[in-house]
């Protein structure tokens, strides 16, 4: 199905007021993926008025041009959540995720998507107003809960394998910390991307509804995840509770019409370790993820 000329133009409009508000901070675009999109576009735009749409998805292909405005959108989303985020640390940060891949699945040494993956994280506490909210040197995200420290860490593991020492990491960041010093009611929440793990155990069957869809993500999500065997509690109770996102593409039947969506989750795991005081940090913890809605579907208006 191809995408509509409101989309097209949508997405450009978004992307030309990234690069003005990037330009205005010093943010480098040239040879960067975000020009390479705006061209993407404009071929498209063309392709679409000359009638030569099957040409294009020859030369591009049909997965590249069904991912690629998703990769628009999402960083459309994260400037729009974050332009007013004053935090000297947030140029950086898009200086970094704008020089990746067209695809950032593709990224090769992972720098861009774990970047992408703290922005995201980010943008979503931000908006739901969480206190104190900064980036770190020592840590990727800092903020506070009932008066106290409360740092977060992300990481993006690439296989099943991996999960484990990415965790480790993250918690060791956390006990380690400096923070703990001055405030021994410091505390943290370990931010986990499963994508790249979750992806391999979906299927790419349609879906008759967005509830359909989100009931089938859900239940391989919980499914996938009780197989991995993490037990935070391994650790000091410092580390409340996990954060678990994934992100994943389905296929919607829409007129017999099969629609792309790119769907997501997020999963909140409580440490059973002082289980009162961490269940309190993690309910409160997703309680301000659930405030925030998800970012606007690029493709499919429900």
């Known amino acids: 199905m191809p995408y509509p000329?409101?989309?097209?133009?949508?997405?450009?409009?978004g992307l030309s007021d990234f690069i003005n508000w990037g330009l205005s901070k010093k943010i480098k675009f040239s040879g960067s993926r975000v020009l390479k999109y705006v061209d993407c576009l404009r071929s498209y735009r063309d392709a679409l008025k000359e009638g030569s749409l099957e040409n294009l998805i020859k030369s591009q292909s049909?997965?590249?041009?069904?991912?690629?405005?998703?990769?628009?959108?999402?960083?459309?989303?994260?400037?729009?959540?974050?332009?007013?985020?004053?935090?000297?640390?947030?140029?950086?940060?898009?200086?970094?995720i704008v020089q990746g891949s067209e695809l950032i699945a593709d990224d090769q040494s992972g720098s861009s998507r774990d970047f992408q993956f703290e922005l995201h994280v980010a943008a979503i506490l931000f908006q739901a107003k969480i206190n104190k909210l900064r980036f770190d040197?020592?840590?990727?995200?800092?903020?506070?809960?009932?008066?106290?420290?409360?740092?977060?860490?992300?990481?993006?593991?690439?296989?099943?394998?991996?999960?484990?020492?990415?965790?480790?990491?993250?918690?060791?960041?956390?006990?380690s910390s400096s923070l703990v010093k001055t405030n021994p009611m410091t505390r943290g929440i370990v931010a986990l991307d499963l994508t790249e793990v979750i992806l391999?155990?979906?299927?790419?069957?349609p879906h008759p509804s967005l509830k359909a869809v989100e009931q089938a993500f859900v239940k391989i999500f919980v499914s996938k995840w009780s197989r991995l065997q993490l037990t935070i509690s391994d650790y000091s109770d410092r580390v409340s509770a996990l954060h678990l996102f994934s992100r994943a593409p389905w296929y919607i039947n829409i007129n017999g019409s099969y629609v792309a969506f790119q769907g997501q989750h997020h999963l909140v795991i409580v440490n059973v370790k002082d289980h009162q005081?961490?269940?309190?940090?993690?309910?409160?913890?997703?309680?301000?993820?659930?405030?925030?809605k998800k970012p606007p579907l690029p493709f499919f208006k429900a």
């Not at 405005?69 to 985020?85: G, I, N, Q, R």
């Not at 005081?277 to 925030?292: M, P, R, S, W």
């Open 5 to 13: 000329i409101e989309l097209i133009n949508g997405l450009e409009r």
């Open 62 to 96: 049909a997965a590249y041009l069904d991912q690629i405005p998703y990769e628009m959108a999402e960083l459309v989303y994260l400037y729009k959540s974050l332009y007013e985020f004053n935090d000297p640390r947030l140029v950086s940060r898009f200086q970094s």
């Open 137 to 175: 040197t020592r840590h990727d995200l800092i903020c506070s809960l009932y008066h106290n420290p409360l740092i977060i860490e992300c990481k993006r593991p690439r296989k099943d394998e991996t999960i484990k020492t990415s965790y480790a990491a993250a918690a060791y960041q956390i006990e």
């Open 200 to 205: 391999p155990a979906l299927d790419a069957s």
């Open 277 to 292: 005081e961490n269940q309190k940090i993690a309910n409160t913890y997703k309680e301000f993820l659930d405030q925030v």
